[in-house]
């Protein structure tokens, strides 16, 4: 049996509910470019929200590392991946997560004990030694020297701030060397496969750490990992995974996988992760910013060592790979069969005008070294930002005429650009608003007004999950876990409608976060706001409305024109969307 479907099986037996995965590109959260873990979609319920599945959940989650792109090319790293993950929100807590861990490892998957060890968190000032779980673990038979105790390798976090807690992590030897009876987890032959996060604080921004009102359970296990080490290869890229891929490639280069590893691994991975971010329902395409900066990236990358391994790029050798990888794993992500079109044309698209650009650039490259045997940090970036050219095809290119190129240069502009694009978004998640055209301020203003209506007639537990604005419609995701009755959308577009008949004013005023808070106004996630937030309250002597927001907004709701919902749709697992229009 499939892995996944092997997990999924083995934790429903244990009471729980499949989740579907959440898009690769967060919906509510601009913090993050991608997904970069399974709990990631889960942090509001880890913080206390109420999931509508209930207390223990499961299942395999789309997610994309970009942070260390230039590992890739060796046998174990992977810009996307997928992670397993079961969870306990209040409920279960280390027993059940350390037994049942145990349960599966060594009924499910087989693994043999005298290849597997633990870490366990060693206690600092703040939290004391995990005895607890050293205890479970000699319990199940687990012998002292396989149980390692780290402190920060054993406590997680997302990111600087939220949900975190200590760990225990499970690691296999995954060598052909015998193994020692003594673990040692800096040794790269004991490699980890799961990680169960005992999930109980909360860390704030200014450092400190507060309990959680739930003990939460979060674990992730890694597909790719853990299927190379059942099938007993030591290349994650020789694994079921990908080994038909890379023959493909084999196919279409005269090199074979022994002489050009690297090459043939990255365009393996690049190709899935490219397809899988075209797929996602944020409709990303290349650009040069954000999400679509790294998809360009991606794509760019994987033609430029098609190149390397003398594949004829004429070819449709990037449509034939991604096929095959929405083949591959259609069963479980049906988004890729969905926007199957859409991921073979913008493959194909960003491939021609690459090519394009790349002999441009060429030309211009030819015209910098000229009379230079330096390339600087400014044209290194002019190189990357204009012609597309990746570091790693100017520092190649230069390589052969001997020329340098000042690297550190071009990561300080790099960083630059980065930041600026950073704050873009940023700037997005603030207001919600792409753009603040005329439209746009007035459908901001109207989503503030469904949201409140929404709570009126479904109940004070409707929260805003994100929003997208254009000219033409308002989107307005929130928590619900039903479809809405007819009765439900016609009263919500009433009590809008009524508002705006109303000519309700639409005040703004600054406040600390901490007062905004206290004063009721509704946030989505209040960790990121600035300390001093402005909050803009809709009404005239009754508040129908307040809220923690950026702006702009419109002065006075009778701006808006008539409100009409036009579809209510489910977005995600407990998570309604709503599309608007303003007439
Ligand atoms: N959050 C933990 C990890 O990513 C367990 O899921 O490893």
């Not at 792409?434 to 929260?463: C, F, M, Q, W």
């Amino acid at each position: 049996m499939n892995l996944k479907d092997l997990y999924i099986e083995f934790f429903e037996s244990k009471g729980h509910k499949q989740i579907p995965s959440a898009p690769v590109v967060p919906e509510n959260d601009a913090s993050v470019l991608f997904n970069t873990a399974g709990m990631q979609p889960l942090i509001p319920y880890l913080m206390g929200q109420k999931h509508p599945y209930g207390t223990r959940l499961c299942d395999y989650q789309k997610c994309i590392r970009t942070n260390d792109l230039d590992s890739i090319g060796d046998t174990y790293h992977h810009t996307f991946f997928e992670m397993l993950g079961n969870w306990s929100l209040g409920d279960y807590f280390k027993e059940d997560a350390i037994k049942w861990s145990f349960e599966f490892i060594t009924e499910k998957l087989n693994i043999p004990l005298e290849k597997f060890a633990v870490t366990v968190f060693g206690g600092n000032d703040l939290i004391p030694e995990d005895t607890e779980a050293i205890n479970l673990w000699k319990s199940l038979g687990i012998k002292e020297e396989r149980i390692a105790k780290t402190v920060e390798d054993n406590f997680w976090i997302a990111g600087e701030t939220g949900p975190c807690g200590p760990d225990t992590e499970m690691f296999y030897w995954r060598s052909n060397d015998p193994v020692p009876d003594k673990f040692d987890p800096e040794d790269s032959r004991w490699v980890e496969i799961w990680n169960n996060v005992f999930m109980q604080f909360n860390k704030k921004v200014d450092g400190t750490i507060e309990e959680l009102p739930n003990k939460n359970v979060d674990t992730g296990m890694g597909v790719e990992r853990v299927t190379s080490i059942l099938e007993g290869v030591n290349d994650n890229y020789m694994s079921s995974i990908w080994k038909d891929i890379i023959e493909k490639i084999e196919e279409f280069s005269p090199y074979t996988y022994q002489e050009k590893p690297e090459s043939m691994r990255i365009i393996a991975d690049h190709i899935r992760t490219a397809t899988f971010i075209i797929a996602d329902p944020a409709g990303i395409r290349p650009s040069n910013t954000d999400q679509g900066y790294i998809l360009r990236r991606l794509i760019r990358r994987m033609i430029r060592h098609a190149k390397k391994l003398n594949i004829n790029i004429d070819l449709p050798f990037e449509q034939i790979l991604a096929t095959m990888i929405i083949l591959k794993y259609v069963k479980y992500y049906p988004e890729l069969n969905t926007n199957k079109d859409v991921i073979l044309e913008v493959l194909h698209n960003e491939k021609v005008k690459f090519n394009r650009t790349l002999e441009k650039g060429l030309k211009e490259f030819e015209k910098v070294t000229k009379n230079s045997n330096e390339i600087d940090g400014v044209t290194a970036f002019h190189l990357f930002d204009t012609y597309g050219f990746p570091i790693e095809l100017t520092t190649e290119l230069a390589d052969e005429l001997n020329i340098k190129v000042d690297v550190d240069g071009f990561n300080k502009k790099f960083k630059e650009h980065q930041e600026l694009s950073r704050t873009a978004s940023a700037g997005k998640f603030k207001g919600g608003l792409a753009g603040d055209s005329e439209i746009e301020t007035r459908y901001h203003t109207a989503t503030h007004l469904l949201n409140a209506a929404l709570k009126k007639v479904i109940g004070p537990d409707v929260h805003q999950m994100g929003s997208n604005i254009t000219e033409e419609r308002m989107r307005f995701d929130f928590s619900c876990d039903h479809k809405l009755t007819d009765e439900e959308k016609s009263e919500a577009e009433a009590i809008v409608n009524n508002w705006i008949k109303e000519g309700l004013n639409v005040r703004c005023d600054e406040y600390s976060k901490e007062d905004a808070i206290k004063s009721g106004a509704e946030c989505m996630f209040i960790e990121k706001y600035p300390d001093k937030v402005t909050v803009y309250s809709i009404g005239n002597d009754e508040v129908v409305s307040k809220e923690l927001c950026g702006g702009p907004h419109v002065k006075n709701t009778s701006e808006l024109g008539e409100f009409h919902i036009i579809k209510e749709e489910a977005s995600s697992a407990g998570v309604r969307r709503i599309k608007a229009v303003l007439k």
